[in-house]
């Protein structure tokens, strides 16, 4: 019942933008918040933005405020995180979260997609 599946990320120049997707199982999730991470290789997972159900941004890292700009579309069942001007610290594997209570390490994670930004 409960999956999210991710999609887009790839490889960009620096400077450049991408947008990814994050496809959440109907009612399984219904009225819970949602969470972007990043965890690049050799460090811990860093909370990058957070969403409320209804789609109104809660947080951002500082590293991306800005930048990133987490988006919903609860009529689609998906959550967006577009990222633009990127940069090569970008590079890292994005997930998406969602928790009914933003326990986000005890919530649902998608696969995970890589992002990598060369310069």
């Known amino acids: 019942q409960v999956q999210l599946v991710q999609s887009g990320g790839g490889l960009v120049q620096a400077g450049g933008s991408l947008r990814l997707s994050c496809a959440y199982s109907g009612r399984s999730f219904t009225g819970y918040p949602m969470a972007w991470f990043r965890q690049a290789p050799g460090k811990e997972r860093e909370l990058v933005a957070t969403i409320s159900w209804s789609g109104d941004p809660t947080y951002y890292a500082d590293s991306v405020k800005g930048r990133f700009t987490v988006s919903k579309d609860n009529a689609k069942n998906t959550t967006y995180l577009q990222m633009n001007s990127l940069k090569p610290e970008d590079t890292a594997v994005y997930y998406c979260?969602?928790?009914?209570?933003?326990?986000?390490?005890?919530?649902?994670w998608g696969q995970g997609t890589q992002v990598t930004v060369s310069s």
């Open positions: 979260n969602a928790d009914p209570r933003g326990r986000w390490y005890s919530g649902t």
